[in-house]
Protein backbone atom coordinates (compact mmCIF):
# COMPACT_ATOMS: atom_id res chain seq x y z
CA UNK A 1 0.00 0.00 0.00
CA UNK A 2 1.34 3.37 -0.89
CA UNK A 3 0.63 6.04 1.43
CA UNK A 4 2.92 8.50 -0.44
CA UNK A 5 1.01 11.54 -2.51
CA UNK A 6 2.38 12.27 -6.02
CA UNK A 7 3.98 15.72 -7.11
CA UNK A 8 0.06 17.16 -8.45
CA UNK A 9 -1.32 16.18 -5.47
CA UNK A 10 1.12 17.71 -3.16
CA UNK A 11 1.02 21.23 -5.20
CA UNK A 12 -2.66 21.15 -4.90
CA UNK A 13 -2.71 20.48 -1.23
CA UNK A 14 0.23 23.48 -0.94
CA UNK A 15 -1.90 25.63 -3.07
CA UNK A 16 -4.69 25.08 -0.72
CA UNK A 17 -2.50 25.40 2.71
CA UNK A 18 -1.63 29.27 1.07
CA UNK A 19 -5.30 30.21 0.09
CA UNK A 20 -6.74 29.78 3.56
CA UNK A 21 -5.09 32.63 5.49
CA UNK A 22 -6.56 35.57 2.79
CA UNK A 23 -10.00 33.89 2.24
CA UNK A 24 -9.87 34.04 6.32
CA UNK A 25 -9.30 37.24 6.35
CA UNK A 26 -12.47 38.45 3.95
CA UNK A 27 -15.53 38.87 5.28
CA UNK A 28 -18.21 36.00 5.69
CA UNK A 29 -20.21 36.02 2.84
CA UNK A 30 -17.32 36.91 0.15
CA UNK A 31 -15.69 33.58 1.28
CA UNK A 32 -17.39 31.52 -0.77
CA UNK A 33 -16.88 33.44 -3.49
CA UNK A 34 -12.89 33.24 -3.36
CA UNK A 35 -12.99 29.90 -3.02
CA UNK A 36 -15.22 29.57 -6.28
CA UNK A 37 -12.78 32.34 -8.06
CA UNK A 38 -9.90 29.52 -7.17
CA UNK A 39 -10.92 26.48 -8.19
CA UNK A 40 -12.22 25.03 -4.76
CA UNK A 41 -15.99 24.65 -5.46
CA UNK A 42 -15.63 22.27 -8.67
CA UNK A 43 -12.34 20.64 -7.62
CA UNK A 44 -13.86 16.82 -8.29
CA UNK A 45 -16.47 17.86 -10.94
CA UNK A 46 -14.98 16.47 -14.33
CA UNK A 47 -12.72 18.84 -16.11
CA UNK A 48 -14.82 18.20 -18.80
CA UNK A 49 -17.94 20.07 -17.38
CA UNK A 50 -15.47 23.05 -15.72
CA UNK A 51 -14.23 21.48 -12.86
CA UNK A 52 -10.48 20.38 -11.82
CA UNK A 53 -11.11 16.63 -12.45
CA UNK A 54 -9.66 15.81 -9.10
CA UNK A 55 -10.30 12.02 -8.37
CA UNK A 56 -11.94 12.20 -4.09
CA UNK A 57 -9.01 11.45 -3.13
CA UNK A 58 -7.12 14.06 -4.26
CA UNK A 59 -10.15 16.37 -3.17
CA UNK A 60 -10.28 15.39 0.16
CA UNK A 61 -6.18 15.81 0.74
CA UNK A 62 -6.94 19.63 -1.27
CA UNK A 63 -9.78 20.27 1.86
CA UNK A 64 -7.39 18.93 4.95
CA UNK A 65 -5.09 21.60 3.26
CA UNK A 66 -7.44 23.85 3.42
CA UNK A 67 -8.80 23.22 6.70
CA UNK A 68 -5.23 23.42 8.26
CA UNK A 69 -5.67 27.41 7.10
CA UNK A 70 -9.24 28.28 7.13
CA UNK A 71 -10.73 28.20 10.28
CA UNK A 72 -14.18 29.06 9.39
CA UNK A 73 -16.53 25.30 9.62
CA UNK A 74 -19.56 27.07 8.26
CA UNK A 75 -18.13 28.34 4.76
CA UNK A 76 -16.63 24.83 4.35
CA UNK A 77 -19.52 23.43 5.43
CA UNK A 78 -21.35 25.37 2.85
CA UNK A 79 -18.72 24.25 0.07
CA UNK A 80 -18.72 20.80 1.04
CA UNK A 81 -22.65 20.52 0.89
CA UNK A 82 -22.38 22.41 -2.70
CA UNK A 83 -19.81 19.98 -3.90
CA UNK A 84 -20.45 16.49 -2.11
CA UNK A 85 -23.94 16.81 -1.28
CA UNK A 86 -24.87 18.37 -4.62
CA UNK A 87 -22.39 18.65 -7.50
CA UNK A 88 -21.29 15.17 -7.25
CA UNK A 89 -24.91 13.64 -7.30
CA UNK A 90 -25.22 15.30 -10.52
CA UNK A 91 -22.05 13.84 -11.76
CA UNK A 92 -22.43 10.44 -10.23
CA UNK A 93 -26.33 9.73 -11.61
CA UNK A 94 -27.50 12.45 -14.13
CA UNK A 95 -28.44 12.77 -17.18
CA UNK A 96 -25.92 14.08 -19.84
CA UNK A 97 -28.26 17.34 -20.30
CA UNK A 98 -28.12 17.65 -16.43
CA UNK A 99 -24.75 17.52 -15.83
CA UNK A 100 -24.14 20.40 -19.02
CA UNK A 101 -26.66 22.04 -17.24
CA UNK A 102 -25.42 22.16 -14.20
CA UNK A 103 -21.92 21.28 -13.85
CA UNK A 104 -20.22 23.96 -15.14
CA UNK A 105 -21.70 26.73 -13.26
CA UNK A 106 -21.99 24.36 -9.73
CA UNK A 107 -17.72 24.66 -10.88
CA UNK A 108 -17.87 28.28 -11.21
CA UNK A 109 -19.74 28.94 -7.98
CA UNK A 110 -22.26 30.68 -10.38
CA UNK A 111 -24.58 28.45 -9.04
CA UNK A 112 -24.15 27.88 -5.14
CA UNK A 113 -26.07 24.31 -4.40
CA UNK A 114 -27.30 22.82 -0.93
CA UNK A 115 -29.42 19.72 0.21
CA UNK A 116 -33.07 20.06 1.30
CA UNK A 117 -33.80 16.65 2.95
CA UNK A 118 -34.38 17.23 6.42
CA UNK A 119 -38.22 17.85 7.93
CA UNK A 120 -39.11 18.57 11.01
CA UNK A 121 -41.59 15.55 12.17
CA UNK A 122 -39.30 12.84 9.85
CA UNK A 123 -35.41 13.45 11.16
CA UNK A 124 -33.16 10.95 10.53
CA UNK A 125 -35.84 8.63 9.13
CA UNK A 126 -35.53 9.44 5.76
CA UNK A 127 -38.49 6.98 4.98
CA UNK A 128 -41.16 9.20 7.30
CA UNK A 129 -40.91 12.41 5.36
CA UNK A 130 -44.21 14.14 3.97
CA UNK A 131 -42.32 16.34 1.04
CA UNK A 132 -43.93 14.94 -2.30
CA UNK A 133 -42.60 15.06 -5.82
CA UNK A 134 -45.99 14.24 -7.87
CA UNK A 135 -45.97 12.86 -11.45
CA UNK A 136 -48.45 15.68 -12.95
CA UNK A 137 -48.79 14.17 -16.90
CA UNK A 138 -45.16 15.08 -18.31
CA UNK A 139 -44.22 17.07 -15.23
CA UNK A 140 -43.78 17.14 -11.28
CA UNK A 141 -44.94 19.00 -9.11
CA UNK A 142 -42.66 19.52 -5.09
CA UNK A 143 -44.24 19.85 -1.88
CA UNK A 144 -42.72 19.91 1.49
CA UNK A 145 -41.31 21.72 4.46
CA UNK A 146 -37.56 21.43 5.01
CA UNK A 147 -35.66 22.59 7.67
CA UNK A 148 -31.82 23.18 8.97
CA UNK A 149 -31.02 23.88 5.38
CA UNK A 150 -27.22 24.85 4.57
CA UNK A 151 -26.68 27.99 3.55
CA UNK A 152 -30.33 28.04 2.38
CA UNK A 153 -30.09 32.24 2.02
CA UNK A 154 -26.75 31.86 -0.29
CA UNK A 155 -28.32 28.92 -2.25
CA UNK A 156 -29.49 29.08 -6.00
CA UNK A 157 -29.96 24.82 -6.23
CA UNK A 158 -31.30 22.55 -3.89
CA UNK A 159 -31.15 18.80 -4.01
CA UNK A 160 -34.73 18.36 -2.82
CA UNK A 161 -35.99 14.81 -1.65
CA UNK A 162 -39.38 13.90 -1.19
CA UNK A 163 -42.10 11.12 -1.71
CA UNK A 164 -42.98 9.22 -4.82
CA UNK A 165 -46.43 11.05 -4.91
CA UNK A 166 -48.56 11.42 -2.14
CA UNK A 167 -49.58 7.50 -2.21
CA UNK A 168 -45.93 6.33 -3.62
CA UNK A 169 -43.35 4.23 -1.14
CA UNK A 170 -40.36 5.39 -2.94
CA UNK A 171 -38.36 8.64 -2.88
CA UNK A 172 -37.90 11.02 -5.76
CA UNK A 173 -35.15 13.70 -6.32
CA UNK A 174 -35.13 16.64 -7.78
CA UNK A 175 -32.97 19.88 -8.36
CA UNK A 176 -34.90 22.92 -7.72
CA UNK A 177 -33.81 26.12 -8.37
CA UNK A 178 -34.04 29.04 -5.60
CA UNK A 179 -35.90 31.08 -7.80
CA UNK A 180 -38.72 28.72 -8.55
CA UNK A 181 -42.15 29.84 -7.73
CA UNK A 182 -43.55 28.44 -4.86
CA UNK A 183 -39.54 28.50 -3.01
CA UNK A 184 -39.67 30.35 0.06
CA UNK A 185 -36.23 30.50 2.61
CA UNK A 186 -36.63 31.23 6.07
CA UNK A 187 -34.94 33.37 9.06
CA UNK A 188 -31.97 32.22 8.89
CA UNK A 189 -31.39 29.98 12.60
CA UNK A 190 -29.03 30.72 15.68
CA UNK A 191 -27.24 27.81 15.82
CA UNK A 192 -24.51 27.23 18.70
CA UNK A 193 -21.30 27.11 16.18
CA UNK A 194 -20.89 27.15 12.14
CA UNK A 195 -22.28 30.51 11.96
CA UNK A 196 -21.33 31.06 8.47
CA UNK A 197 -23.45 28.23 7.30
CA UNK A 198 -26.30 29.77 7.52
CA UNK A 199 -28.96 27.44 8.33
CA UNK A 200 -32.62 28.18 7.60
CA UNK A 201 -36.07 26.49 6.73
CA UNK A 202 -36.94 26.33 3.08
CA UNK A 203 -40.70 26.08 1.94
CA UNK A 204 -41.43 24.40 -1.12
CA UNK A 205 -45.06 24.67 -2.33
CA UNK A 206 -46.65 23.89 -5.17
CA UNK A 207 -43.41 24.09 -7.47
CA UNK A 208 -44.08 22.92 -11.20
CA UNK A 209 -40.62 21.02 -12.19
CA UNK A 210 -39.71 19.65 -15.63
CA UNK A 211 -39.54 16.11 -16.11
CA UNK A 212 -35.63 16.89 -16.47
CA UNK A 213 -35.92 18.09 -12.89
CA UNK A 214 -36.22 14.70 -11.12
CA UNK A 215 -32.32 13.51 -10.91
CA UNK A 216 -32.11 9.51 -11.16
CA UNK A 217 -35.40 7.49 -11.61
CA UNK A 218 -38.43 9.09 -10.33
CA UNK A 219 -39.22 6.39 -6.85
CA UNK A 220 -35.50 5.46 -6.55
CA UNK A 221 -34.29 8.50 -4.85
CA UNK A 222 -33.31 6.48 -2.30
CA UNK A 223 -30.28 5.55 -3.60
CA UNK A 224 -29.94 8.73 -5.47
CA UNK A 225 -29.51 10.36 -1.80
CA UNK A 226 -27.40 7.75 -0.65
CA UNK A 227 -24.88 8.30 -2.76
CA UNK A 228 -25.22 12.73 -2.28
CA UNK A 229 -24.81 11.18 1.50
CA UNK A 230 -21.40 8.87 0.68
CA UNK A 231 -20.00 11.63 -0.96
CA UNK A 232 -21.04 14.15 1.33
CA UNK A 233 -20.21 11.67 4.76
CA UNK A 234 -16.72 10.54 3.41
CA UNK A 235 -15.04 14.07 1.91
CA UNK A 236 -17.22 17.09 4.05
CA UNK A 237 -15.19 17.05 7.17
CA UNK A 238 -11.58 16.10 5.25
CA UNK A 239 -10.84 20.22 6.19
CA UNK A 240 -10.81 19.19 9.96
CA UNK A 241 -8.16 16.98 9.02
CA UNK A 242 -5.43 20.25 8.63
CA UNK A 243 -7.44 21.72 11.43
CA UNK A 244 -6.10 18.89 13.47
CA UNK A 245 -3.02 18.97 12.30
CA UNK A 246 -2.74 22.57 13.14
CA UNK A 247 -4.17 22.36 16.52
CA UNK A 248 -1.61 19.51 17.61
CA UNK A 249 1.33 21.26 16.12
CA UNK A 250 0.14 24.59 18.21
CA UNK A 251 0.26 22.02 20.92
CA UNK A 252 3.38 20.28 20.68
CA UNK A 253 4.83 24.25 21.00
CA UNK A 254 3.02 25.37 23.55
CA UNK A 255 3.65 22.29 25.48
CA UNK A 256 7.77 22.70 24.90
CA UNK A 257 7.25 26.45 25.59
CA UNK A 258 4.80 26.73 28.94
CA UNK A 259 7.55 25.95 31.33
CA UNK A 260 6.38 25.56 35.13
CA UNK A 261 9.12 24.96 37.60
CA UNK A 262 11.55 26.00 35.70
CA UNK A 263 10.54 22.56 33.49
CA UNK A 264 8.20 22.50 30.64
CA UNK A 265 5.01 21.02 30.47
CA UNK A 266 5.47 18.37 28.09
CA UNK A 267 7.94 16.55 30.62
CA UNK A 268 4.27 15.63 32.28
CA UNK A 269 3.13 12.17 31.47
CA UNK A 270 -0.52 13.22 31.47
CA UNK A 271 0.31 15.68 28.65
CA UNK A 272 2.51 13.61 26.51
CA UNK A 273 -0.87 11.19 26.83
CA UNK A 274 -2.86 14.19 25.59
CA UNK A 275 -0.44 15.06 22.64
CA UNK A 276 -0.70 11.55 21.78
CA UNK A 277 -3.59 10.78 21.82
CA UNK A 278 -4.51 14.07 19.34
CA UNK A 279 -1.78 12.18 17.52
CA UNK A 280 -3.86 8.90 17.11
CA UNK A 281 -7.52 10.69 16.49
CA UNK A 282 -5.66 12.55 13.92
CA UNK A 283 -4.08 9.11 12.15
CA UNK A 284 -7.14 7.36 12.61
CA UNK A 285 -9.15 9.83 10.99
CA UNK A 286 -6.63 10.57 8.05
CA UNK A 287 -6.99 6.55 7.71
CA UNK A 288 -10.73 6.59 7.67
CA UNK A 289 -11.16 9.69 5.37
CA UNK A 290 -8.66 8.22 2.66
CA UNK A 291 -10.23 5.11 2.37
CA UNK A 292 -13.65 5.96 2.18
CA UNK A 293 -12.54 8.89 -0.56
CA UNK A 294 -10.88 5.68 -2.52
CA UNK A 295 -13.85 3.99 -2.39
CA UNK A 296 -15.68 6.53 -3.87
CA UNK A 297 -12.83 6.71 -6.67
CA UNK A 298 -13.64 3.05 -7.17
CA UNK A 299 -17.28 3.06 -6.86
CA UNK A 300 -19.89 5.42 -6.81
CA UNK A 301 -20.83 2.80 -3.60
CA UNK A 302 -18.69 3.64 -0.34
CA UNK A 303 -21.88 4.18 1.92
CA UNK A 304 -20.18 2.21 5.19
CA UNK A 305 -16.69 3.94 4.53
CA UNK A 306 -18.46 7.09 3.86
CA UNK A 307 -20.26 6.66 7.42
CA UNK A 308 -17.35 5.51 9.38
CA UNK A 309 -15.51 8.31 8.30
CA UNK A 310 -18.17 10.94 9.08
CA UNK A 311 -18.44 9.02 12.68
CA UNK A 312 -15.34 8.73 13.27
CA UNK A 313 -13.71 12.15 11.94
CA UNK A 314 -16.00 14.21 13.89
CA UNK A 315 -16.08 12.61 17.19
CA UNK A 316 -11.96 12.61 17.07
CA UNK A 317 -12.30 16.46 15.90
CA UNK A 318 -14.53 17.16 19.11
CA UNK A 319 -12.25 15.36 21.65
CA UNK A 320 -9.48 16.41 19.91
CA UNK A 321 -10.27 20.10 20.14
CA UNK A 322 -11.29 19.93 23.93
CA UNK A 323 -8.03 18.72 24.46
CA UNK A 324 -6.50 21.85 22.49
CA UNK A 325 -8.16 23.63 24.59
CA UNK A 326 -7.51 21.76 28.10
CA UNK A 327 -3.80 21.95 27.76
CA UNK A 328 -3.89 25.74 27.61
CA UNK A 329 -5.29 25.79 31.04
CA UNK A 330 -6.87 29.09 31.29
CA UNK A 331 -5.90 30.68 28.66
CA UNK A 332 -7.73 28.26 26.28
CA UNK A 333 -10.67 29.34 27.48
CA UNK A 334 -10.41 32.55 26.55
CA UNK A 335 -13.01 33.60 23.46
CA UNK A 336 -10.12 34.87 21.79
CA UNK A 337 -8.37 31.64 21.75
CA UNK A 338 -10.99 30.43 19.34
CA UNK A 339 -11.10 26.65 20.87
CA UNK A 340 -14.73 27.47 21.64
CA UNK A 341 -15.35 28.67 18.29
CA UNK A 342 -14.05 25.52 17.22
CA UNK A 343 -15.66 23.23 19.77
CA UNK A 344 -18.80 24.78 19.15
CA UNK A 345 -18.63 24.18 14.76
CA UNK A 346 -17.19 20.49 15.71
CA UNK A 347 -20.63 19.81 17.69
CA UNK A 348 -22.49 20.46 14.49
CA UNK A 349 -20.46 17.83 12.91
CA UNK A 350 -21.73 15.28 14.94
CA UNK A 351 -25.04 16.41 13.53
CA UNK A 352 -25.05 17.40 9.67
CA UNK A 353 -24.70 14.53 7.21
CA UNK A 354 -26.51 11.95 9.56
CA UNK A 355 -25.73 12.24 13.09
CA UNK A 356 -23.62 9.98 14.85
CA UNK A 357 -26.36 7.63 16.10
CA UNK A 358 -27.55 7.04 12.14
CA UNK A 359 -23.90 6.87 10.90
CA UNK A 360 -23.12 3.82 14.05
CA UNK A 361 -26.12 2.14 12.76
CA UNK A 362 -25.03 2.05 9.29
CA UNK A 363 -21.89 0.50 10.12
CA UNK A 364 -23.35 -1.55 12.46
CA UNK A 365 -26.49 -2.98 10.00
CA UNK A 366 -23.22 -3.58 7.47
CA UNK A 367 -21.94 -6.09 9.75
CA UNK A 368 -24.82 -8.18 10.41
C1 LIG B 1 -24.94 22.21 11.21
C2 LIG B 1 -26.04 21.45 10.55
C3 LIG B 1 -26.19 21.51 9.16
C4 LIG B 1 -27.25 20.82 8.57
N1 LIG B 1 -27.41 20.93 7.20
C5 LIG B 1 -28.44 20.29 6.61
C6 LIG B 1 -28.67 20.46 5.20
O1 LIG B 1 -27.94 21.16 4.49
N2 LIG B 1 -29.73 19.83 4.64
C7 LIG B 1 -30.58 19.05 5.37
O2 LIG B 1 -31.51 18.50 4.82
N3 LIG B 1 -30.39 18.89 6.72
C8 LIG B 1 -29.36 19.50 7.35
N4 LIG B 1 -29.16 19.37 8.69
C9 LIG B 1 -30.09 18.56 9.46
C10 LIG B 1 -29.49 17.27 9.94
O3 LIG B 1 -29.24 16.41 8.86
C11 LIG B 1 -30.42 16.69 10.99
O4 LIG B 1 -30.41 17.57 12.10
C12 LIG B 1 -30.04 15.29 11.39
O5 LIG B 1 -30.21 14.39 10.32
C13 LIG B 1 -30.85 14.81 12.60
O6 LIG B 1 -32.23 15.03 12.44
P1 LIG B 1 -33.04 15.76 13.64
O7 LIG B 1 -32.33 17.01 13.95
O8 LIG B 1 -34.45 15.82 13.28
O9 LIG B 1 -32.83 14.79 14.88
P2 LIG B 1 -33.63 13.42 15.16
O10 LIG B 1 -33.63 12.57 13.93
O11 LIG B 1 -34.92 13.73 15.81
O12 LIG B 1 -32.67 12.74 16.22
C14 LIG B 1 -32.75 12.99 17.60
C15 LIG B 1 -31.80 12.02 18.29
O13 LIG B 1 -32.22 10.66 18.05
C16 LIG B 1 -31.17 9.92 17.44
N5 LIG B 1 -31.71 9.02 16.42
C17 LIG B 1 -32.67 9.30 15.52
N6 LIG B 1 -32.87 8.24 14.70
C18 LIG B 1 -32.00 7.29 15.09
C19 LIG B 1 -31.72 5.96 14.63
N7 LIG B 1 -32.36 5.43 13.58
N8 LIG B 1 -30.76 5.26 15.27
C20 LIG B 1 -30.11 5.80 16.31
N9 LIG B 1 -30.32 7.05 16.79
C21 LIG B 1 -31.26 7.78 16.19
C22 LIG B 1 -30.26 10.96 16.81
O14 LIG B 1 -28.92 10.47 16.68
C23 LIG B 1 -30.37 12.13 17.76
O15 LIG B 1 -29.47 11.98 18.82
C24 LIG B 1 -28.14 20.05 9.34
C25 LIG B 1 -27.98 20.00 10.73
C26 LIG B 1 -26.96 20.70 11.33
C27 LIG B 1 -26.81 20.64 12.83
Redesign the pocket.
Known sequence: MDFSWNDKQQRLHERMLALGQPTMAAAVPERLGQLAAEGVLGLSIDSAHGGGGWDSLSTAYAYEGLGATLADGGTL?AAG?HLF?VAMAIQAVGTPAQRERWLPNLAAGQCIG?????E?Q????MGAIKAVVEPAGDKFSAQGD???????PGADLFLF?GRHGATGRGLTVALIEATAAGVTVGTPLQ?T??KS?Q?APVAFEGCTLSADAVLGRPGAGMAVFQIAMSFERALVLAFRLGAMQRDLDEAVAFSRDRALDGKPIARHQAVLHRLARMKLRLETSRLVVYRAAWALDQSRRAHTEAALAKWHLADAALESSLDAMILRGGAGYLEDAGFGATIDDTL??T????????C??IVGRSLT
Open positions: LAGTVAATQSGSNKCFVTNAVTGLALGAIHSGTQDVAT
